[in-house]
């Protein structure tokens, strides 16, 4: 086991006070902070101390994959299948979805065959692997998550009462399904400017009169889409004019509680709006952008790759194991992920890791990692790299209450 540090990626939506916080930095940063990678991903590898020297962790999984990954180094190619970040929105991300295995290594084939630049900001795939997600909020985590179903959207559409609004929801209300979905998606995402210049203030100006109209008790019944509505209103602020906020009307919009969790599969368009959370994934970076940013959007590939079949509203309960430790199953056979919530008492626990390599990331108080004789000191914001090799791990708090995040290869 060694020391993990985070490679910390700076974008616009991120925070300049949730992770130096978290990481005990001087507050606030100089430049929004939005993601801590931990792992062996070629754009921003995280980095290992061993023996007193530092060195990515790409390079260390790469020098020697059986040592390192075990028995999965064969399954995923001699490469770490898994990416654990800590993510901070201060801000809206992009309105995306992510493509399946299948269609990550066509389209990869596809834009290296064009000879687009692999950091060129006009690629979609940088890689040939899909990109399944879990977020675990670490304080209240707000998002858009996979298509509502149809007929809660027309009532939508049908309470903000704009007329201009009336032919899409007649269209979904006579096709209530994915395919109806699918047409209103395409129809709007796809908009003229000049069409949409005329049909979005519109839909805002129903938006406010929606919000006033229930705050002065007129119809309690109104209350039922409050969070889509504001939610609507504060993407068109961030995003004046962008076809996404029509978009983010067709979602499920979704609040975490700390501990709840949210998996993405393949095709579901999402957008994290604000909070911190823990977020595993398959070890890509693949994106498929449909608005809300400044960045490359190409909706004929975004639509391609979409799912638009209506999800339930996605929100995955830990499994309580007992003794502090909770368990988030996911169908992702690259990860698993489990929370360990260590008492003052200074008890230990076992981290166990019997198929493949593992990260450990202290998310609140101190750790102490121990392997026979040997103990490593880790703070919040920091992580332990356990190598495939590496024996029974425990864990305890140090000076007070501890959590603990623990990423591992799927072993079901």
Same mark, same amino acid.
């Given at each position: 086991?060694?020391?993990?540090?985070?490679?910390?990626?700076?974008?616009?939506?991120?925070?300049?006070?949730?992770?130096?916080?978290?990481?005990?930095?001087?507050?606030?940063?100089?430049?929004?902070?939005?993601?801590?990678?931990?792992?062996?991903?070629?754009?921003?590898?995280?980095?290992?101390?061993?023996?007193?020297?530092?060195r990515?962790?790409?390079?260390?999984?790469?020098?020697?994959?059986?040592?390192?990954?075990?028995?999965v180094?064969?399954?995923?190619?001699?490469?770490?299948?898994?990416?654990?970040k800590?993510?901070?929105?201060?801000?809206?991300?992009?309105?995306?979805?992510?493509?399946?295995?299948e269609?990550?290594?066509?389209?990869?084939?596809?834009?290296?065959?064009?000879?687009?630049?692999?950091?060129?900001?006009?690629?979609?795939?940088?890689?040939?692997?899909?990109?399944?997600?879990l977020?675990?909020?670490?304080?209240?985590?707000?998002?858009?998550?996979?298509?509502?179903?149809?007929?809660?959207?027309?009532?939508?559409?049908?309470?903000?009462d704009?007329?201009?609004?009336?032919?899409y929801?007649?269209?979904?209300?006579?096709?209530?399904?994915?395919?109806?979905?699918?047409?209103?998606?395409?129809?709007?995402?796809?908009?003229?400017?000049?069409?949409?210049?005329?049909?979005?203030p519109?839909? %805002?100006?129903?938006?406010?009169?929606y919000?006033?109209?229930?705050?002065?008790?007129?119809?309690?019944?109104?209350?039922?889409?409050?969070?889509?509505?504001?939610?609507?209103?504060?993407?068109?602020?961030?995003?004046?004019?962008?076809a996404?906020?029509?978009?983010?009307?067709?979602?499920?919009?979704?609040?975490?509680?700390?501990?709840?969790?949210?998996?993405?599969a393949?095709?579901?368009l999402?957008?994290?709006?604000?909070?911190?959370?823990?977020?595993?994934?398959?070890n890509?970076?693949?994106?498929?952008?449909?608005?809300?940013?400044?960045?490359?959007?190409?909706?004929?590939?975004?639509?391609?790759? %979409?799912?638009?079949?209506?999800?339930?509203?996605?929100?995955?309960?830990?499994?309580?194991?007992?003794?502090?430790?909770?368990?988030?199953?996911?169908?992702?056979?690259?990860?698993?992920?489990?929370?360990?919530?260590?008492?003052?008492?200074?008890?230990?626990?076992?981290?166990?890791?019997?198929?493949?390599?593992?990260?450990?990331?202290?998310?609140?108080?101190?750790?102490?990692?121990?392997?026979?004789?040997?103990?490593?000191?880790?703070?919040?914001g920091?992580?332990?790299?356990?190598?495939?090799?590496?024996?029974?791990?425990?864990?305890?708090?140090?000076?007070?209450?501890?959590?603990?995040?623990?990423?591992?290869?799927?072993?079901?």
């Amino acid at each position: 086991m060694h020391e993990l540090a985070g490679a910390l990626r700076s974008y616009a939506w991120g925070s300049r006070t949730a992770l130096a916080q978290l990481c005990g930095r001087p507050v606030p940063s100089a430049h929004p902070e939005a993601e801590l990678w931990f792992g062996a991903h070629p754009a921003d590898p995280a980095q290992v101390r061993i023996n007193g020297h530092t060195r990515s962790l790409l390079d260390v999984v790469s020098a020697d994959p059986q040592h390192e990954l075990g028995a999965v180094a064969g399954e995923f190619g001699g490469r770490l299948p898994f990416l654990l970040k800590i993510l901070a929105a201060e801000e809206p991300l992009s309105l995306q979805a992510h493509p399946s295995l299948e269609q990550a290594r066509q389209g990869f084939a596809r834009e290296n065959h064009t000879g687009v630049p692999i950091d060129s900001p006009m690629r979609n795939y940088r890689d040939e692997n899909h990109k399944p997600e879990l977020v675990v909020a670490l304080e209240r985590f707000e998002a858009l998550a996979g298509f509502r179903e149809p007929r809660k959207t027309v009532r939508l559409l049908n309470a903000l009462d704009v007329p201009e609004l009336n032919s899409y929801a007649e269209l979904l209300a006579a096709q209530p399904d994915s395919a109806g979905l699918r047409t209103l998606f395409t129809t709007w995402i796809a908009l003229p400017q000049a069409a949409l210049s005329m049909l979005l203030p519109k839909v %805002l100006d129903g938006c406010v009169r929606y919000l006033s109209e229930r705050d002065a008790g007129s119809n309690g019944t109104r209350k039922e889409f409050t969070a889509e509505v504001r939610t609507a209103l504060e993407l068109a602020e961030a995003y004046p004019g962008d076809a996404g906020t029509l978009a983010a009307l067709l979602l499920n919009r979704v609040t975490l509680e700390p501990g709840e969790g949210l998996f993405l599969a393949a095709g579901n368009l999402h957008a994290y709006l604000r909070g911190v959370g823990v977020e595993i994934m398959a070890n890509s970076d693949n994106v498929l952008r449909g608005g809300l940013t400044p960045k490359h959007v190409d909706v004929p590939e975004l639509l391609r790759v %979409l799912d638009f079949e209506p999800l339930d509203l996605p929100i995955i309960e830990a499994e309580d194991l007992g003794d502090g430790v909770f368990q988030y199953h996911t169908p992702a056979p690259e990860f698993a992920l489990s929370r360990y919530e260590l008492g003052a008492d200074g008890a230990a626990v076992v981290i166990p890791h019997t198929a493949g390599p593992g990260i450990a990331l202290c998310t609140h108080g101190t750790i102490a990692f121990s392997q026979g004789r040997d103990e490593l000191r880790v703070e919040c914001g920091h992580a332990a790299w356990i190598s495939a090799a590496d024996g029974a791990i425990r864990a305890r708090a140090i000076d007070g209450s501890a959590q603990l995040f623990c990423a591992t290869v799927d072993e079901d």
